[in-house]
């Protein structure tokens, strides 16, 4: 299996909203509705933010919100904070029972 | 609260076999739905899943190294182990655990992880 393709980087301005897709294929995520994102500060372990696509764990700001079309999904960020900085990460659940990583996206908050 | 921890030796030699310990608390493994798995992350690179084992014994592993992982719990102890054989640099990564909500597809909290290098 191939990791999942996100961008290596993105970058916005403090207030600003930010786009970050994450494709996949047929197998994984255009065949299932098990795409979650992480967060992952420098030298920490990550922190889920999205699950389901689009579910919100209880204290996830709901300034991130996700989405999915196809094969491809999304996460964006409203309201960029300077505390949003950090690597993300998608990850789906696949047709061969495994899972499956993005290559990351770092964010700047410019 | 759940936590998860890792251990296990930080330098090993290629060619030999890395055994992590992952003890956890504040779940069991025995709870229908419920599982540990394990994803690594090269020094600034991407994470990378590894395996994944379930309540009822059930495991999965990354195809790519499915020849050399193997993922064992013990209910009693709260612990699953990984063994990854036949190490090589490129192997050098943080190894992180992470816990699986039960019949929830994604990992929902995840171990501080500990680094492993593979060096002679």
């Known amino acids: 299996q191939s990791a999942l393709t996100q961008p290596a980087s993105v970058s916005g301005s403090p207030g600003q909203s930010i786009t970050i897709f994450c494709t996949g294929t047929?197998?994984?995520?255009?065949?299932?509705?098990?795409v979650s994102w992480y967060q992952q500060h420098p030298g920490k372990a990550p922190k889920v933010l999205i699950y389901y696509v689009s579910n919100r764990p209880s204290g996830v700001s709901d300034r991130f919100s996700g989405s999915k079309s196809g094969n491809t999904a999304s996460l964006t960020i409203s309201g960029l904070q300077a505390e949003d900085e950090a690597d993300y990460y998608c990850?789906?659940?696949?047709?061969?029972?495994?899972?499956?990583f993005g290559g990351g996206t770092k964010l700047t908050v410019l | 609260q759940i936590t998860l921890k890792e251990s296990g030796p930080t330098l090993v030699k290629p060619t030999q076999t890395l055994t992590l310990t992952c003890t956890f608390s504040?779940?069991?493994?025995?709870?229908?739905?419920?599982?540990v798995g394990w994803i690594r992350q090269p020094p600034g690179k991407a994470l990378e899943w590894l395996a994944l084992i379930y309540w009822d014994d059930d495991k999965h592993y990354s195809p790519s190294l499915k020849s050399r992982l193997t993922i064992t719990k013990d209910t009693s102890k709260n612990q699953v182990v990984l063994t990854m054989t036949n190490m090589d640099p490129v192997d050098t990564a943080t190894y992180y655990c992470?816990?699986?909500?039960?019949?929830?597809?994604?990992?929902?909290?995840w171990g501080r992880g500990t680094l492993v290098t593979v060096s002679s």
């Open positions: 047929s197998s994984d995520v255009g065949d299932y509705k098990y």
């Open positions: 992470a816990h699986r909500r039960a019949f929830y597809w994604y990992f929902g909290l």
């Open positions: 504040g779940f069991s493994l025995s709870t229908s739905g419920v599982g």
């Open positions: 990850s789906s659940y696949t047709s061969s029972n495994t899972w499956v």
